[in-house]
């Protein structure tokens, strides 16, 4: 921020900046990168705010979540292993035990139970039908789950108590126990005082509002508050995240449980309810992952191995012949060809992890691109600033001696520089006319000797000598 005479400036850094061999990336507008500074919240508290936020933090939703999921996360584990087993005969289940996409299956069905099924029921269907024959155990129990249907349960409230498995420890359970009185007391809080998020999608309460009425505008706040407590989201105006938590089961599920109860529709709706400032976000990070993204060599990949694969086949074809030069030949470029596709196969996984991680980061991208589209909240062009006019001071008040040192300035440099420039043209000027005067003069000697009785030509250096003069 600068102080002038006549205005104050405040420079606003819109980005990070671009490593070199890099395409520039797309800056934030100095608009958003203000609004996110004005809407952090300020740490300078008093330490009666600093003790009220740390036991806060402490009874959170989002440390009693954290605390759960790591005492629950193994006796799961080990609940599911134990009942796909019970299902599978001992080869089977050895298989089962060593394969690694168990850990992918596992996930899957920790996601149904903890929206509300019957984890028993669940496995039963999947494992009703023989598994004679199949090359990986867990990937076809996998498949089963993708493929069925299971019912809509949006309508039931599943407390985090009936999502403790059994077999889990006494510090498992009171941790759901925390999370269920910390998200009654959060609904308790929206109930009374509602934040904009909630008044958008649900209301506000009336003061007459029956008990029933009263107690499902509760439920639904306490589900949405929880999640947005758990997922740090401290925008008054933000609901839920737009991007899916891949990491955590349980805060994904949290998430999925606050849409529905706010009866967001779709990610639209989501898209909807976004300021200008988190769609810029948006679009500039998928800006700053596509910079970092590895080249993309799946096509010379695809054209290398038919390569080698032509390269193999005539040597092949050459051996048959009985031609031992061309089979070398072939067989030699084949390896070359093998050791490139190798090389090429490498960085076509590093493209595909890249891709992998930044998948939903660039489609949430697009759909923020279409809806500040559809806002027409494009950015204007900057206006040609135009060159002030100077006045002369009224009389009675003071002149502007800023405005007046300015021009001044501006008005000696262009002195300066038309000088020079004209110092410059005598110049060449001058070295034009000695040159010439110089060829006059030594065409006027070459006429006079000429002229003379008994002349000799002079050879080419008295030439060079007389020229010189």
Do not use: C
Request: a negative charge; hydrophobic letters at 40%; glycine letters at 6%.
């Amino acid at each position: 921020m600068t102080r002038g005479r006549e205005a104050n400036t405040a420079h606003v850094i819109t980005g990070p900046t671009t490593p070199p061999g890099r395409e520039a990336y797309q800056q934030a507008t100095p608009e958003a990168v203000l609004a996110g500074i004005l809407h952090r919240d300020d740490h300078d508290l008093s330490a009666t705010e600093q003790i009220r936020q740390a036991q806060d933090w402490a009874a959170g939703a989002g440390h009693l979540l954290t605390l759960w999921s790591a005492a629950v996360r193994l006796a799961l584990s080990r609940d599911i292993d134990q009942q796909i087993k019970a299902h599978l005969t001992s080869h089977q289940a050895w298989r089962y035990d060593r394969e690694h996409t168990r850990k992918v299956l596992q996930h899957q069905l920790r996601a149904a139970q903890l929206a509300g099924h019957n984890l028993s029921a669940v496995i039963g269907y999947i494992t009703a039908t023989p598994l004679d024959g199949a090359r990986s155990i867990s990937a076809v129990l996998h498949h089963r789950l993708q493929q069925l249907i299971l019912p809509d349960l949006a309508g039931h409230e599943i407390t985090w108590a009936q999502r403790t498995p059994e077999g889990a420890s006494a510090a498992a359970r009171e941790l759901a126990a925390g999370l269920d009185q910390r998200a009654r007391a959060l609904g308790d809080q929206q109930a009374a005082s509602p934040e904009p998020w909630l008044a958008r999608h649900l209301g506000i309460l009336a003061p007459g509002a029956s008990p029933a009425l009263r107690q499902e505008y509760t439920r639904r706040a306490a589900a949405a508050a929880a999640y947005r407590e758990a997922a740090g989201i401290t925008d008054p105006d933000q609901a839920v995240s737009l991007l899916p938590h891949r990491g955590s089961t349980e805060l994904e599920d949290m998430r999925l449980a606050a849409i529905r109860a706010l009866e967001i529709r779709d990610e639209a709706a989501i898209i909807h309810g976004m300021t200008q400032g988190e769609l810029e976000a948006r679009t500039l990070e998928a800006g700053r992952a596509q910079a970092s993204a590895p080249p993309d060599v799946s096509r010379q990949l695809r054209l290398t191995a038919q390569a080698e694969a032509d390269a193999w086949q005539q040597s092949a074809d050459a051996a048959t012949r009985h031609d031992q030069a061309g089979s070398a030949n072939a067989k030699t470029l084949s390896g070359q060809l093998a050791a490139e596709r190798q090389q090429l196969e490498a960085a076509n996984d590093r493209y595909e992890q890249w891709a992998s991680a930044t998948a939903s980061t660039r489609d949430t991208a697009e759909k923020a691109r279409a809806e500040l589209k559809r806002h027409g909240s494009t950015r204007k062009p900057a206006e040609t600033p135009q060159p002030r006019v100077a006045k002369e001071p009224e009389p009675g008040k003071a002149a502007d001696f800023g405005a007046d040192h300015e021009h001044q300035t501006a008005v000696t440099q262009i002195d300066q520089l038309i000088a020079r420039a004209g110092v410059a043209a005598g110049r060449i000027a001058d070295e034009h006319a000695e040159r010439e005067a110089r060829g006059e003069y030594a065409a006027r000697v070459e006429r006079e000797t000429q002229a003379q009785p008994g002349h000799t030509p002079k050879t080419q250096p008295q030439y060079d000598a007389e020229m010189e003069l």
